[in-house]
């Protein structure tokens, strides 16, 4: 057997190596004829022919490498994924569901349960793959869609679960009511993460008391909920609470709905995203936190959802604990009192979304502690600069140990300040920077030149910039301290194309390390969000 295969193997070849040999002794042929008319016409039935014969012949090619390749895998040298242990299997499959995106990120575990016996078998015995669920907001819950949530929690038990409610497409009917109240009661002590997402405020304001969310709260008066994502992105604000008085600052801005005290429930809670749907701002979701995400959506920045500088303090005071901080709602009613709340574990702090005019009154709220912190910082106006300069801005860097930073469209004057208000910043990502003296105007080549050296600084990156090689060895000069620099989506002028490796092939040196890389060099950082 095996010296049949050498022999025809040989034979294989030798006789592919001269029919390629013929095939283009005809094509040059036709090549060196002035026309198409000097071609003998008994020529042009073989070319045809030939065109089907190998066509053929890829076919029985194929059939042989398949024959091959399902031979090599019943090979003791190789393991085929149907072979593989069953541990390791089950961690494959963990790696392809956690790589799902978009709403129905539950949906995985079902297809690889359906492919054989054996991942059947596999699955069903893994309790990771079937932590998350998916529901609708509201709408019509059938029993198939219910039974297939408890498949699920029973599935992962006795793990956590991770439920994410979207949209739904009709309200509830009479008739299956009671199903989602009996299924969040059999799993609310077990729900570790609550997920509300893209729901309309029609949907809050009309259909919650019918919501999985309704009858999830009436059932947990206690339990293992840690993460709480809610958002909407609509311009109408939403404040949740037991009562419908709001504060007078609020009473035109946003809308509030009844749904009992949920101090009880949501006191456990210690990740919190809110995007224009809010737990009142006294309500115990605030106590305790390690994250704190408070965005405002949708609505624009004047006239959306604000908060008192009183009640900011409140919830910053009753979570000594965070280390993660995002915010980008106005502040009003702001008072005199100039004394910062202490935040002693604050290691992320994003303010991309919060303009110039109020950041001062933020900044002047919040006292870091000594750990390193990553900053998120958008230069939206010219405020911005004088921010930086005035002492507040200074006062707030001062009590502050930042070491990386990531900076959207930041300039080079501002950049210029970073050396004194940063003294320990070992990392910069600069976002929507123009780093190429053929881009912009004149004045360039001199601002750079202006720029005070940063001697401390051992990482930058350069996001979706303009970049050439005159300007950029200028910039790589005033961080002499600079091991690694990255670009990410950067232009390279004046060719006007995407920068490629060999562009910057004259920064390199024994010291510095220089990259284009293929994903976003803050992918991992903490400052922004990704699924708890």
């Known amino acids: 057997m095996v010296e049949e295969l050498n022999t025809t193997r040989s034979l294989l070849s030798d006789a592919l190596d001269r029919y390629l040999d013929a095939c283009l002794t005809i094509q040059q042929y036709h090549l060196e004829k002035r026309s198409l008319t000097d071609v003998p016409p008994e020529l042009s039935p073989h070319v045809e022919s030939e065109d089907r014969l190998t066509t053929e012949l890829e076919g029985k090619l194929r059939k042989a490498k398949a024959a091959m390749r399902w031979s090599r895998n019943c090979s003791p040298s ?3 994924i149907h072979k593989l242990p069953s541990d390791l299997l089950a961690h494959i499959f963990l790696l392809v569901v956690n790589l799902q995106s978009g709403l129905d990120w539950s949906g995985s575990p079902e297809v690889l349960a359906h492919v054989c016996s054996r991942w059947r078998e596999v699955a069903l015995q893994f309790p990771l793959l079937w932590r998350f669920i998916s529901l609708p907001f509201t709408g019509s819950v059938e029993t198939p869609q219910v039974d297939r949530a408890a498949f699920f929690a029973s599935h ?17 009917t009479t008739d299956n009511l009671d199903y989602p109240k009996a299924f969040a009661g059999t799993i609310a002590p077990h729900i570790r993460s609550l997920e509300v997402t893209s729901v309309t405020v029609n949907d809050f304001m009309e259909r919650y008391q019918r919501s999985f969310l309704a009858a999830y709260f009436a059932q947990c008066k206690s339990g293992a909920l840690e993460f709480l994502t809610l958002s909407h992105q609509e311009a109408d604000p939403i404040l949740f609470d037991i009562t419908t008085d709001l504060p007078e600052y609020m009473e035109s801005s946003c809308k509030a709905l009844i749904t009992g005290n949920l101090d009880q429930s949501l006191a456990p809670v210690t990740v919190l995203r809110a995007t224009g749907l809010y737990p009142i701002w006294t309500s115990k979701a605030y106590h305790g936190l390690v994250e704190l995400r408070l965005s405002r959506g949708g609505s624009s920045y004047y006239g959306g959802i604000s908060i008192s500088e009183k009640h900011l303090r409140g919830i910053l005071v009753a979570s000594p604990a965070l280390r993660i901080l995002e915010y ?3 502040i009003v009613e702001v008072r005199s009192n100039r004394t910062p709340v202490p ?7 994003n303010v991309l979304e919060m303009p110039s005019a109020q950041l001062g009154i933020f900044w002047r709220l919040l006292a870091p502690g000594s750990k390193p912190i990553q900053l998120a910082i958008h230069n939206d106006d010219s405020a911005f600069l004088h921010l930086l300069q005035n002492e507040g801005g200074r006062s707030f860097f001062a009590r ?3 070491t990386s930073i990531y900076a959207k469209s930041l300039g080079y004057t501002c950049l210029s300040l970073l050396p004194d208000l940063c003294p320990h910043l070992k990392t910069l990502v600069l976002d929507g920077l123009a780093v190429a003296l053929s881009y912009r105007w004149p004045t360039l080549e001199t601002q750079i030149d202006s720029c005070t050296p940063h001697t401390q600084l051992e ?17 790589v000069d005033k961080f002499p301290a600079l091991r690694n620099l990255s670009l990410w989506r950067c232009i390279y002028f004046p060719e006007f194309r995407a920068v490629q490796s060999g562009d910057t092939s004259n920064l390199v040196s024994t010291y510095l390390h220089v990259e284009v890389v293929d994903q976003d060099p803050v992918h991992d950082w903490e400052v922004f969000a990704d699924r708890p």
């Open 343 to 349: 935040l002693d574990h604050l290691e992320s702090l």
């Open 78 to 80: 190789l393991v085929p």
């Open 459 to 475: 990482k930058l990156a350069i996001v979706g910039g303009f970049v050439d090689n005159d300007a950029l060895p200028k910039l």
């Open 328 to 330: 980008s709602i106005a």
């Open 400 to 402: 502050s140990n930042v």
């Open 156 to 172: 992962a038990h006795p793990l956590h679960l991770y439920i994410r409610l979207n949209p739904g497409n009709r309200i509830f």
